[in-house]
Structures are given as C-alpha cells and as structure tokens.
C-alpha cells in the first residue's frame, strides 16, 4: 500500500508535464503508490530526469520523454515510447500547461490558439493515444488538471478561461463515453499553488486574498489526484482544491 491507502502497483503511469511544479508532484506521488510512471516534459529534460531518478530511487520504474503534448506525431511517438518501454499506461494524467498573462487589449489570436492547442487540445491527444489500451484491459483513469480559471475570471485572461472551461468540458463528454468501460474521468481544478507559474501572478490582488492565507501546495493537489485515482465510482466531475478562491 502506498500513499493514501491507494496501491498502484503494477500500474504504468503518464503524466504530463511532470518536470517541475505539480506535475512532479503527482508523478512523485503515483510512484509513492506503487506505479511505474512516463515523466513527460517539454524543455526542461534535466529536471525531468532529476524526477525520475528519485522515482527510481524508490523502487519504481521511470522512463523521461521530452514532447511537445499539443503536437500529434509527438504525442502518438510519447504513447508508443511508454508502452515498448513500461507498458501502455493506465493512468493518464494531462497535467502540462502554460499560463501566459495577458489583459483583453494584449490578446492576440496567436495566444490563444498557443493556450488552447497546450492545455486543451493536449489533453485530446493524449486521451486519444492512450484510449485503445485502456479499452482492451477494462481499466483506466484519466484526470485533467483544470484550474479555478474554468469558472472564476482569475488572473490570467480569457483564452486561459476558455481553455480550462474546455477542458472540463472534455473530461465530462469522454466521461460519460468511458464509464461502462471501467475507465474514469475526472478534472481536478486548483487555485493557486507554489509553483513556477504562479510566480508572475503573486503581486496580483486575487493573490492577496486567498482565505486559507498561503499558496496550495504541488503535494497538496497530488493527493487528491491520487484520491481520484483510487475511487471507481467518481467519474465525469471536477474537484476543487483552492484554498477557499470561488470566484477571483
Ligand atoms: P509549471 O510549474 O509552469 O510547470 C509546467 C509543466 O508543463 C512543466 O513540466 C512544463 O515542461 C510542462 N509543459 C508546458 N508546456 C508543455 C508542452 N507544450 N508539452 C509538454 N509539457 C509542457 O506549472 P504548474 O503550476 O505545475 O501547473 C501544472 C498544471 O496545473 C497546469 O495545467 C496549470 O494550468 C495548472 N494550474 C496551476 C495553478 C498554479 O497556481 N500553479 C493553478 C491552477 C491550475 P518544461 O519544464 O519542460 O517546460
């Protein structure tokens, strides 16, 4: 058994944009449980490796892959990669996005296509890479992490709003698709959390007002991940981790 009572052993584990801030926390965490986990990232491929030697250090298997989650080839070359080299994954977690500031007036189309393709159309091309085998074995869990932005304005801009609010909106279709599959999804929405991406965002006012009176923690929004994971009966809903933030 590991963390939370939840044990993943024997489980293969994708996790997307695993690199730093909460996604290394999640990937930490299925490790902890007892899964073999695929370390996605971007750029960063040395810190991607750093995670996976502390995943291995524990006993786990950890395989790192460098890709670009919203271009198709890199996804469907990621997706074979972690099945010839772990197996075809069994929990999928579309955690990879960027957060880039801007105000209506400083929006053009080029940002928001970039928001969407990251941190919506990722999580469609990851969930349609990794479908077949889930399908196959009768088992599978995906969760999407979404952000209080989905239905608060927050402090990032629109195409942020609109790409989260699309992401929730996937996960409930693919849902209601996938439950008599034996595979779940669900969204997990934080509010702010201590991670990179929250840095250009603490000298905002919605910052200074979040009621618990700190930042959320990576490890915090890992543990209902887990929590998620480990419940067969959860599917199609989103799960709020922030602090007391409704609406910013
Ligand atoms: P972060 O510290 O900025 O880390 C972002 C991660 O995503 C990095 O691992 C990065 O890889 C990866 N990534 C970015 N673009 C990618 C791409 N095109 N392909 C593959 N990987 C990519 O962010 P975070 O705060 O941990 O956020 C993780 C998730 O939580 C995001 O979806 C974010 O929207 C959501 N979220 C965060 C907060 C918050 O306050 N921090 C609140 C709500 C929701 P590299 O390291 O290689 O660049």
Redesign the pocket.
Known sequence: MGHFGVDLSGRVALV????????RAIAQALADAGADVAV?????VE??QAVAAAIRSGGRRAIVIA????QRQAVLAMVERVARELAPPDILVN?????TVREIDALDEADFDHSIS??LK?AFLCIQATLPAMRARGWGRIVN?????ARGAGVVGVHYNAAKAGLEGLTRGYAARLASAGITVNAVA????D????EPLRRTEAFRHIPVGRLGT?DEVAQVVLMVIANAFLTGQTVAINGGVLLA
């Open positions: 997307t944009g695993a690199s730093r801030g909460i996604g996605n990232c971007h750029q960063h810190r991607a890709a670009d989650v919203s955690n990879a996005g960027i957060a990251v941190n990722s992490i979404s952000s209080a932005a934080p509010g702010p959390i991670t990179d991406m929250a990576p």
